[in-house]
């Protein structure tokens, strides 16, 4: 079985990803660290010195190839990675995989995206003000592939523990 979470940056994919897997007991795949492993570069480095749309290939690979293995997992993709080359379509094609949309309120992601910028090539260059009307315009246009997953899990003001299980609900 393959589960796989996907979101907005910073809605806790690799987060909930990591407890889910212990708790299940299957190994867990944060796809941004694995194409990092594969290319040998950082997320950062791939967007700098070989531009978004290698990077968005490069994704979109390594996406089939974890979903075409026969292990089972829990794997957290990309913010991008549903909005991009058929992935969602992909994912909802492939056996025995199962998708969750963690969905947060724009608040929720612009009060955690403030302090997490750096590590984030698209939004790293903009202010306080230009990130709040990047994130609800974004955020909008990629709701019509988030939505796309299998389930909606609410995370707005819950803790790790319910989000877990809310997810775990639909996995017994
Ligand atoms: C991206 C999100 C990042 C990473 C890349 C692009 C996006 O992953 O894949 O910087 O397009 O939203 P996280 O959602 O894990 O930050």
Do not use: W
Request: charged letters at 25%; hydrophobic letters at 40%.
């Amino acid at each position: 079985m393959k589960t796989v979470l996907l979101g907005y940056m910073a809605s806790g994919k690799s987060t909930i990803g990591k407890i889910l897997a212990t708790e299940v007991g299957v190994p867990f795949i944060d796809l941004d660290h694995y194409i990092e492993a594969q290319e040998n570069k950082t997320v950062t480095e791939i967007f700098n010195e070989k531009g978004e749309i290698y990077f968005r290939l490069q994704e979109h690979k390594y996406l089939k190839e974890l979903l075409n293995s026969k292990d089972s997992f829990i794997l957290s993709l990309g913010g991008g990675t549903p909005c991009y080359a058929n992935n969602m379509d992909l994912l909802n094609s492939s056996e025995n995989t199962i998708s969750f949309y963690l969905k947060a309120t724009i608040k929720t992601l612009v009060d955690r995206l403030n302090n997490q910028q750096d590590q984030r090539p698209l939004v790293a260059n903009l202010s306080p003000n230009e990130l709040k009307e990047f994130i609800a315009k974004h955020l909008f246009e990629r709701s019509f592939y988030y939505e796309q997953a299998a389930h909606n899990i609410y995370i707005d003001e819950k803790e790790i523990a319910t989000i877990v299980s809310d997810i775990r609900f639909f996995l017994a």
